[in-house]
């Protein structure tokens, strides 16, 4: 005795009486570890600031391919999210090599001078440059209870910078800082990261202080 067709016709019965309910796009969960910060005071580094215990401080050799202007540019870098806050530091005043776009179009290092008006258009130009994929840019300008002054950059969408900041006391140091992930940057399955790393980088603004003011 087969039952076989039976059971087959019973089955595309009740699946055609089924009612279908689309599902969302899942992610892996994310295990966020506990948050607990250290302090970066290296004593060659004209600023200070805590960080978490998670992440670990690498003093920058290369900054996309280029050497960094001076020894005092770290990463901070989150292996376990395959993150990392570049902290690229100019001397205002100082001198620094700027690109500087020729007639034809290509671009040329020219030796120039570290403007504080100039950085901060430079700060604005280098998130505005993700106008392409975002669906918007926040900026927002702070002050924190140890006097540190800047703007945050919140960029929404598939940008790869999705958190960038500048902090500057306007006549001597002037810090940019920007989040990267080493992975195609998708705003959905990076959503819950940002946000645990957004914690992270606010508290590092907010214990921030310049050395040598």
Known sequence: MKFFPFIGILFITISCNST?????????????????????????????????????IVKDSTYFDSNPENPFWRNIDFPQFNARIFLSYKSI?????????????????????????RMV????????????????IKDSIF????????????????????RQFFMSDTNKN???????????????????????LQKDIEHLINTFRWKNK
């Open 20 to 56: 279908y309910t689309s599902k969302k796009k899942g992610y892996f969960k994310v295990d966020f570890p506990e948050r607990k910060y250290l302090v970066f005071d290296d004593p060659e580094v004209p600023y200070t600031f805590e960080y978490p215990g998670y992440a670990k």
């Open 93 to 117: 005043g100082g001198k620094a090599l700027y690109k500087v776009k020729q007639a034809d179009g290509t671009y040329k290092d020219s030796l120039g001078i570290n403007y504080f008006d």
């Open 121 to 136: 258009n430079d700060a604005y130009n280098l998130t505005n440059k993700n106008e392409a994929v975002a669906t918007s």
């Open 143 to 162: 002050i924190t209870q140890n006097g540190i002054t800047g703007t945050y950059f919140k960029v929404g969408g598939n940008a790869a910078t999705a």
């Open 174 to 196: 002037f810090i940019r800082g920007a989040l990267y992930f080493d992975t195609t940057p998708n705003a959905d399955s990076l959503k819950p990261v940002q946000d645990f």
